[in-house]
């Protein structure tokens, strides 16, 4: 099993390097730590008193894995969930925020494990989430990560400045969804085919 600190490296290989995209709501990026993380956060790595998009572009991956491991991992209490959701929980954490765990609390609910979908894992996320483990050992992590590659459809469903991200220019599946694909089993992904009938609507 990854530590938790090769997760994060991985992570940062997905993200990559810096980016400004204006489409994308995040603003400047760089290792996936956006510039509003790093001004909430008070980093100001140029030392001039402002934290901007010089500071982002100054971030080092270690700094990057640091940031994580903190505020994307242990202080969200990740680490408390069973073992099979961290690295996709951690994963959707840094890419989408407390969506993240809103995500996994409808899950537990329609799992006929309710807990509320307030974005904070508590002992009733913990509970459910370990219940829901012991009652579906083998599908659980997968179930997380096709509701997640829902939710990435759905968000580019509703915007279409996003949809970039989930299908490339030539059709083929975009970084979220290969991303939400990631964390499952390879018999759960879309294949080309179905991956061209979801989007076939944002023609």
Not at 107 to 133: S, V
Request: aromatic letters at 8%.
């Amino acid at each position: 099993m990854q530590t938790i600190q090769e997760i994060a490296r991985g992570i940062i290989a997905r993200e990559g390097g810096y980016v400004d995209d204006p489409d994308d709501p995040g603003g400047a990026t760089n290792f996936g730590v956006t510039i509003h993380t790093m001004q909430r956060l008070g980093i100001d790595l140029t030392g001039d008193g402002v934290v901007d998009k010089a500071d982002v572009a100054a971030l080092g991956p270690d700094q990057a894995v640091e940031i994580y491991l903190e505020h994307y991992f242990t202080r969200p209490g990740i680490g408390q969930l069973p073992a099979v959701l961290q690295a996709s929980v951690f994963d959707m954490m840094v890419n989408s925020g407390v969506n993240a765990v809103k995500l996994l609390q409808r899950l537990l609910t329609d799992m006929g494990f309710a807990c509320i979908p307030d974005g904070a894992i508590g002992p009733q996320t913990i509970g459910a989430a370990q219940r829901a483990y012991e009652a579906a050992p083998a599908f659980l992590a997968d179930a997380y990560a096709i509701a997640r590659r829902n939710y990435y459809y759905r968000i580019a469903d509703a915007r279409p400045a996003s949809r970039k991200y989930a299908r490339q220019r030539n059709g083929g599946k975009g970084g979220w969804i290969t991303r939400a694909e990631a964390f499952m089993s390879s018999n759960y992904h879309l294949s080309a085919a179905d991956h061209a009938k979801r989007v076939a609507a944002w023609e």
